[in-house]
């Protein structure tokens, strides 16, 4: 029996991906394992329209509720899917951006034009 444990725990290291700590506002932390890839697949299928399996959707909900995570590796992948996930629905058209913050330095690179 303790060689198979120590099987299993080998497979678990191998194939699930590093905790990630999620921390609450009430102080209560949470966690969670998901990958990147998971985590991109999320925010792919929601800007989509998809609608989100339940795993997905339960995940993003403790992210969207979290105000701090701890990532294995010091990543911040998670605090782009919390970020993501508060936006508003409504997608913010470039008219509109420029409006509200002039044009973008970007803006001379797209065209070819670099410096001013």
């Known amino acids: ?6 099987r299993l725990r080998a ?15 009430d102080g209560t932390t949470r966690e969670i394992r998901a990958s990147a890839r998971f985590l991109l697949s999320i925010m792919a299928d929601r800007s989509k329209g998809v609608e989100l399996g339940p795993r997905q959707a339960e995940t993003l909900e403790l ?30 058209r470039r008219e509109e ?3 509200m913050n002039g044009p973008s330095e970007l803006d001379g690179w797209r065209s070819g034009r670099r410096g001013s």
Do not use: Q
Not at 1 to 6: I, Q, S, T, V, Y
């Open 63 to 92: 992210i969207r509720r979290s105000v701090a995570a701890e990532e294995p590796g010091e990543a911040h992948f998670t605090d782009l899917v919390r970020m993501y996930a508060n936006a508003p629905d409504e997608s913010c």
């Open 97 to 99: 951006m420029l409006e």
């Open 1 to 6: 029996m303790r060689m198979l444990e120590k």
């Open 11 to 25: 497979l678990e290291a191998r194939f699930m991906p590093e905790p990630i700590v999620l921390f609450f506002e």
